[in-house]
C-alpha cells in the first residue's frame, strides 16, 4: 500500500539553526501538506502545495518556514533560525485531490534546544 | 473560536463496550473525517463523511453528522484493547481554506 514516508523520524538541533524536514508524498497525489503538532496539543495546518507553488498557508507559517518540491518525489519544509517554540512533530501530508481523504507520514520530532 | 472540538477529552472503557467521541465545529464545511493517531505516531485516516451525508459505517465504525447542530459522533462498536489511541476530527471548509482542520481529540483507553 503507497504511503507518505518522512525523514528524519527525530532531529535535534541547537535554536537558530536551520532544519530541513523531508518527505516523500504518495506519488500520484497533487496536493501536499505540512502540519505540526506541538506535545500535547492539536494538530496544525502550516501550508499547502499544489502545481508547484504554495496554495495556502496558515499564520504560523512565517517568513521563517519554507517550503519546496525539488525534484518529482520530495517535498520539504526548511525551517530558517529555530526557536525553542518550534519544538513539535512535523507532518506531511498527500492528498489524491482537493478536499479529500489526508494520508500522513509518521512525523518528524523536532527539538529546538 | 475554535474549528472542531471533541467531547470528551479522555474516555476509558472495558474492551466490548462501545465508544462515543463528539466533535463540534463552528463554519460551514464541505466534509468532516475522523483520524486516529496512535501514541507519538502519524494519523491515520478512518472515514469522511460529506455535507450532504447524515451517516456512514466502516467495519464497527459509524459516524453521523448533523449540520444543523454542526456536530458529529464517531462510535466504535464492540471495543478491543488495539483501538485505544487518539481520535480526531476535522473538517474541511466549504469554501477557503482546503486544509484540515483538527478539534483538540479525544484520548481513548480500552481495558482489557
Known amino acids: 500500500e503507497p504511503e507518505v514516508t518522512q525523514t528524519p523520524s527525530h532531529q535535534v538541533t541547537q535554536m537558530g539553526q536551520e532544519v530541513i524536514l523531508r518527505c516523500v508524498p504518495i506519488?500520484?497525489?497533487?496536493?501536499f501538506y505540512w502540519y505540526r503538532q506541538i506535545l500535547g496539543q492539536k494538530v496544525e495546518f502550516l501550508v499547502s502545495?499544489?502545481?508547484?507553488?504554495?496554495?495556502?498557508k496558515s499564520e504560523i507559517f512565517d517568513d521563517q518556514f519554507s517550503v519546496e518540491r525539488p525534484d518529482g518525489s520530495n517535498f520539504t519544509l526548511k525551517i530558517r533560525s529555530t526557536k525553542l517554540e518550534d519544538s513539535a512533530m512535523y507532518f506531511c501530508?498527500?492528498?489524491?485531490?482537493?478536499?479529500?481523504?489526508?494520508?500522513f507520514g509518521q512525523g518528524t520530532r523536532l527539538t529546538v534546544v | 473560536s475554535q474549528q472542531g472540538e471533541e467531547d470528551p477529552q479522555a474516555l476509558s472503557i472495558q474492551e466490548g463496550e462501545n465508544a462515543t467521541m463528539n466533535c463540534s465545529y463552528k463554519?460551514?464545511?464541505?466534509?468532516l473525517q475522523w483520524y486516529r493517531q496512535n501514541s507519538g505516531r502519524g494519523l491515520v485516516h478512518l472515514i469522511l463523511?460529506?455535507?450532504?451525508?447524515r451517516e456512514k459505517h466502516s467495519g464497527r465504525l459509524r459516524v453521523t453528522l448533523d449540520t444543523s447542530k454542526k456536530s458529529s459522533s464517531l462510535l466504535i462498536t464492540a471495543s478491543r484493547a488495539a483501538d485505544t489511541a487518539s481520535y480526531f476530527c476535522?473538517?474541511?471548509?466549504?469554501?477557503?481554506?482546503?486544509?484540515?482542520?483538527f478539534g483538540s481529540g479525544t484520548r481513548l483507553q480500552v481495558q482489557p
Open positions: 501530508a498527500s492528498t489524491p485531490g482537493q478536499r479529500g481523504e489526508a494520508f
Open positions: 506519488s500520484n497525489h497533487l496536493y
Open positions: 476535522a473538517t474541511v471548509m466549504d469554501t477557503g481554506r482546503r486544509a484540515l482542520t
Open positions: 463523511i460529506r455535507s450532504n451525508e
Open positions: 463554519t460551514s464545511i464541505n466534509n
Open positions: 502545495f499544489y502545481n508547484n507553488e504554495i496554495s495556502e
